[in-house]
């Protein structure tokens, strides 16, 4: 998956940098495919992966939650201070 | 991709008085959740608010002091998962106050580290891909479910 992340690769290219059989990088391929972390295209006689973002949306989900999250809090302290001034 | 939140506030009150509400527990709890915070370099402590089913989050963030310059600058280590042990969150707070204008303060927050959820499966996966992928589909799977249940 690293490797993918730079650029796609054919299944014959990703297999040689691991030190397994061909079939048991296949398997691998097939589990990430089937997770939704990479897709599959067929370009002339080989067979393309790429990864894809939507695996990793859970890292904008979290940055999402907590901007949301300290704008309201910083909110409230200043509601906090200024009600306490008063 | 982006890996931090940075959020600035300007209070009309003086640094002394803000800095009041970033290091003293019942101070912060008004504002930002129930707490053991100690102004001490190195204090360990917790958040503890409701779950968040949604991002698989048990509701206890796990902190520690990691920077404290008195009225100035606060930082802290800021964990939290599912509760099995592997935080799925791991990042750091930080706090920098500076005086704006006549009497009030420039409150800075930056949160960084998002990055290193995508480098531990990173790393995990070179040390044991077969169960790591077997992990990340169970927590991929879960996730998903979670938000076609919101």
Redesign the interface.
Known sequence: ??LLSKDSMTINALAENFDMSRPAVSK?IK??Y????ISITDIGRERYCVLKQD??N??????N???NF??S??????T???NR?K | MQTEIKNEWIYGQGPEQVWEYLTKAELIALWLMPNNFKPILGHEFQFTVKPIPSLDLDGIFYCKVLEIVDYRKLVYSWKGGSGNGVFTLDTVVEWTLEKQGKGGTRLLLKQTGFKEINHSIFTSMTNGWQSNIQKMINHLNASHHDRTNP
């Open positions: 998956m690293k691998h589990i990430m089937t997770a939704g972390f695996g990793f859970e890292l904008q989900d979290f940055i939650f907590f901007d300290w704008n809090k910083l909110k409230k302290l200043e906090i201070l200024n001034i």
